[in-house]
T-cell receptor, first 114, second 111 residues
Framework: AAGVIQSPRHLIKEKRETATLKCYPIPRHDTVYWYQQGPGQDPQFLISFYEKMQSDKGSIPDRFSAQQFSDYHSELNMSSLELGDSALYFC?????????????FGPGTRLTVL | GESVGLHLPTLSVQEGDNSIINCAYSNSASDYFIWYKQESGKGPQFIIDIRSNMDKRQGQRVTVLLNKTVKHLSLQIAATQPGDSAVYFC??????????FGKGTTLSVSS
């Protein structure tokens, strides 16, 4: 079965650079979530989209922005990168935004900021 | 083996034992609860879920128990195998919001 696809899988950036992470949801899934997971930490919700509109916002820094496109893929744009942004970034997708719509996670993008 | 009561970060069991991982959730308004398994360097993998109007749900070798009175969730894994070694997260959700993850428990299975 098709899963969530994330690219790139690994990314190394310098401080103050920008990065763009991409997420391709499972076919027919219209809801996308972004999470950040620091080393040894639980995933923290950043932002979500339903039908190309932002549906919820978590602890996403103002330096980050995201959007969902007409084909339902999503991109997380990160600017003025800081050392503390080094983390695993996961995208999850679900069939809809309801509580009981299971979120399926992608393999993640490991971002390292030097 | 069991991570008794409130969350313990690690649980070590022997192959073939039953494992119980506990989790305390925070929001009494949450109406949906999920257990995820995360292997090193991979994304969380859905294991089993339960709605707030249930107190028990069984899957293949796994059972989730929900006690809303004390806001407690547990995952039972029967006949634990080395392939079950991973970090296990509970997560809670209510309508219109994203998942809130609990602290993970690292399960180590020795053969």
């Amino acid at each position: 079965a098709a899963g969530v696809i994330q690219s790139p899988r690994h990314l190394i950036k310098e401080k103050r650079e920008t990065a763009t992470l991409k997420c391709y949801p499972i076919p027919r899934h219209d809801t996308v979530y972004w999470y950040q997971q620091g080393p040894g930490q639980d995933p923290q919700f950043l932002i979500s989209f339903y039908e190309k509109m932002q549906s919820d916002k978590g602890s996403i820094p103002d330096r980050f922005s995201a959007q969902q496109f007409s084909d339902y893929h999503s991109e997380l744009n990160m600017s003025s990168l800081e050392l503390g942004d080094s983390a695993l970034y996961f995208c999850a997708s679900s069939l809809g935004p309801a509580s009981t719509d299971t979120q399926y996670f992608g393999p993640g993008t490991r971002l390292t900021v030097l | 083996g069991e991570s008794v009561g409130l969350h313990l970060p690690t649980l070590s069991v022997q192959e073939g034992d039953n494992s119980i991982i506990n989790c305390a959730y925070s929001n009494s308004a949450s109406d949906y609860f999920i257990w995820y398994k995360q292997e090193s360097g991979k994304g969380p993998q859905f294991i089993i879920d339960i709605r707030s109007n249930m107190d028990k749900r069984q899957g293949q070798r796994v059972t989730v128990l929900l006690n809303k009175t004390v806001k407690h969730l547990s995952l039972q894994i029967a006949a634990t195998q080395p392939g079950d070694s991973a970090v296990y997260f509970c997560a809670e959700k209510k309508a219109g919001t994203a998942l809130i993850f609990g602290k993970g428990t690292t399960l180590s299975v020795s053969s």
